[in-house]
């Protein structure tokens, strides 16, 4: 397990095993590590642990978080990192990091009820999944595909008439000239270049011509198809 | 319509340098224009039970199925293909068939799969998947992976936790979020694109993508891309030579030819410009 240390000025004042999925840090006493000094905010800094590897995450403190140096927001821990906090020095020791060659087989985390009885002595993951971990594998984190969207003609013959994107897939153009198809995968909507007629030219999003691979499209962006202008927008 | 002749399919499955037995399966049918690959989980060989059980369960389902429904047709309530709803529905069932195996014998608990499909049809492809196989297409000399992995990694990723590059220092690695036969149901991502002509889509496991990055796979495809057998004995050559420490599976489609249904398909294009 891995586990922190906490110094002042070059002397340790305490320890602390990284036994739980989250550790706040700050001058409240209800923190795990409450320091009791006024350059530390009242929740200051948390670190997230997540089986085998440990997150440090500032929580919008007044004086901010750095490590080994450098001020940061949210980032992974690494054995023998310094978070400074204050003054005060907080050490990460975790003796799994480093081990070399650990590739594993594959395992499954399952967090449905039904299966959660029958963990032990099976294949599936032998360690307790932790609350973040169970939440994190239960919710999609690409939930954009769920929303609906639209896009609205502004130049052109047909300019203001509106096209609910209700297909998965949608392909836009003018066959010879260009044409462009937006997808909607599950990781959110994409505009994908086909066919560029003679000159191979590709569509543009926010004036700039994409690229082979899906772009990834944002609410209120401007594409131009086949030199029609139009606006991507979710519902 | 047979896509004998437009579709071109290579596939290789090796158990690698260190596992005594294979746990990966594959299958394809070039008249449907249909690629499976499956890699399997659990102990007391439940994981080979277990894609096994899922490639043939999936390509049969679909075998029967596809030919009864009209082309490309979209359903209306979810916007999806038939095709797509066809490949979902078939996941569905063989996690439902895995799951049950499991249940039924000791030996076989807590086994699972993971899944990727990809079926060609009307210059249109569809991809499923669960788990952390993967698809990629090379399009005009550049390789884009398709699917995202359900893994706690890229969701870590995802959510702001690490960077791509930290990701690979990272002690979480090969958990899987989500697998075919764990539980009574499964969610399946799927995906709809269009296919051009000179596109390869590529299926692999992750005993290629943990040995070998994206750019050397890129590389490969490049250097032998007028030769798929090739391309497909030198990615698993590859995988091997970075320490093949994992089961490692490969499947190649390359479209020879465009492949609608109606010979002017581009003129379905909608009528919002017109």
């Known amino acids: 397990m891995a586990t922190i240390q906490i110094s002042l000025n070059g002397t340790m004042e305490s320890e602390l095993n990284l036994d739980k999925d989250i550790i706040t840090i700050g001058r409240k006493n209800d923190n ?20 085998n590897d440990s997150f440090i995450e500032d929580l919008d403190s007044t004086n901010g978080t750095s490590l080994n140096g450098k001020e940061i927001k949210k980032t992974p821990l690494a054995n023998g990192d310094v978070i400074k906090i204050g003054q005060h020095e907080i050490k990460y020791i975790n003796k799994n990091a480093n081990s070399g060659d650990n590739f594993e087989r594959t395992m499954i985390i399952n967090t449905a009820e039904e299966g959660m009885q029958e963990t032990e002595g099976s294949q599936k993951i032998d360690q307790s999944v932790g609350k973040i971990v169970a939440e994190i594998a239960t919710t999609d984190s690409g939930n954009a595909s769920q929303q609906q969207a639209r896009i609205r003609l502004v130049s052109g013959a047909n300019s203001g008439k509106e096209l609910p994107l209700t297909k998965v897939l949608t392909t836009l153009g003018k066959p010879g000239v260009q044409v462009a198809a937006i997808t909607r995968r599950p ?23 994409i690229g082979l691979k899906a772009h990834p499209l944002k609410d209120n962006d401007t594409l131009e198809v086949a030199s029609v202008s139009m606006i991507f927008s979710f519902e | 319509m047979s896509l004998i002749d437009k579709i071109n399919i290579t596939g290789i499955t090796d158990e690698g340098l260190v596992r005594d037995h294979n746990e990966d399966s594959i299958g394809h049918n070039d008249e449907l224009g249909l690629l499976v690959l499956a890699d399997g989980m659990g102990g007391h060989k439940g994981g080979e039970v277990a894609s096994a059980i899922a490639v043939d369960s999936i390509m049969q389902d679909l ?6 429904i009209p082309p490309a047709k979209i359903d209306e309530s979810t916007g999806y293909s038939l095709e797509s709803m066809l490949i979902e529905k078939a996941i569905k069932d063989a996690n439902f068939k895995i799951f049950n195996a499991a249940q039924e014998n000791a030996k076989y608990e807590g086994m699972g799969t993971t899944v990727v499909v990809l079926l060609l049809y009307d210059n249109r492809i569809t991809v499923a998947h669960v788990g952390d196989s993967r698809l990629y297409r090379m399009r005009d000399r550049i ?6 992995d359900h893994t706690l990694l890229q969701e870590l990723v995802d959510r702001g936790f690490y960077t791509k590059k930290e990701a690979n220092e990272s002690l979480n690695k090969n958990l899987v979020t989500r697998a075919v036969g764990v539980n009574s149901s499964v ?17 692999c496991s992750d005993g290629l993508t943990d040995m070998i990055d994206d750019n050397l796979i890129e590389d490969i495809m490049l250097n032998y891309r007028d030769d798929q057998d090739k391309m497909t004995r030198e990615l698993i050559k590859q995988a091997k030579d970075h320490g093949g420490k994992d089961n490692v599976s490969v499947q190649l489609a390359k479209v020879l030819k465009e492949f609608p249904v109606n010979a002017n398909w581009l003129n379905k294009f909608f009528d919002i410009f017109s």
């Open chain 1, 32 to 51: 795990d590590v409450s320091i009791d000094s006024l350059a530390v905010s009242g929740y200051h800094a948390q670190i997230l642990t997540i089986l």
């Open chain 2, 63 to 68: 075998n029967t199925a596809l030919p009864q």
């Open chain 1, 187 to 209: 990781t959110g909507y994409f505009l994908i270049h086909i066919d560029g007629g003679d000159n191979g030219e590709r569509p543009k999003v926010n004036n700039e011509i």
């Open chain 2, 143 to 148: 390789l884009e992976q398709m699917t995202r």
């Open chain 2, 187 to 203: 969610d399946v991502d799927l995906l709809e694109d269009i296919a051009l002509g000179g596109d390869y889509y590529l299926l």
